[in-house]
């Protein structure tokens, strides 16, 4: 089935370690993004990607990093730099433009992620 | 972006239609209304969208009013699985952030 991946479901990072989040999708949709939803709370935009080999920040983009270098793939790397990235992560996916310019967003199941 | 105004919680009975008010009086003419649900621990779930039209899929209903600053969503027979937080959401691109609020907590009751 056509959708999108989230791995892991959880994830644990040691104070100083960076980690990767993955996101991978089979929609053949051009738009990714990541997002981060805290207890309580709506979802904030982290990064976005409209296309292969291009990112944008969005409205938390600080101690975040992404890569687009496929289609189908948005990994998202929390770094040391991230002072409380305990929260959970989504990532999705989106057509950009075609005949029925707005389209929504579909979403991955998210990765939790904590601090030791 | 315009913002959009929901009630923080609903109760709903199982088997009953559930009518979900949204407010975005400061919404511009190019940007469209859409509507997800997220339940506890899971990614959101896209439901429908429109522009001025009422919109009808498998899931619900999207009635929009005719000077467009308001809305209401219908799931028109609700079951337990139906019980979520649902987003109001507006936007104006084809693509881009959705600007997520605090929803409205429903929670359908046997």
């Known amino acids: 089935d056509g959708g999108i991946t989230q791995s892991p479901k959880y994830l644990f990072r040691k104070e100083g370690q960076n980690v990767t989040l993955s996101c991978e999708q089979n929609l053949n949709h051009d738009a990714m993004y990541w997002y981060r939803q805290d207890p309580g709370q709506g979802l904030r935009l982290i990064y976005y990607s409209q296309i292969v080999n291009d990112f944008q920040k969005g409205d938390i983009a600080e101690g975040y990093s992404v890569s687009r270098e496929k289609k189908e793939s948005f990994p998202l790397t929390v770094t040391s730099a991230q002072k409380n990235p305990t929260a959970f992560y989504l990532c999705?996916?989106?057509?950009?433009?075609?005949?029925?310019?707005?389209?929504?967003?579909?979403f991955g199941d998210g990765t939790r992620l904590s601090i030791l | 972006d315009a913002k959009t105004t929901q009630p923080p919680s609903m109760d709903c009975a199982e088997g009953r239609a559930a009518n979900l008010p949204c407010n975005h009086s400061t919404i511009s003419g190019n940007e469209y209304v859409y509507w997800y649900r997220q339940i506890h621990s899971q990614g959101p779930q896209y439901i429908i969208h429109g522009l001025k039209n009422n919109e009808t899929n498998e899931m619900a209903s999207l009635i929009i009013t005719e000077d467009r600053k308001s809305s209401t969503l219908i799931l028109p027979h609700a079951t337990l699985r139906d019980t979520a937080v649902y987003y109001c959401i507006v936007r104006p691109d084809s693509w881009g952030k959705l600007q997520f609020g605090a929803g409205t907590q429903v929670v359908v009751t046997p």
């Open positions: 999705a996916s989106s057509i950009v433009g075609g005949t029925d310019s707005n389209q929504p967003q579909h």
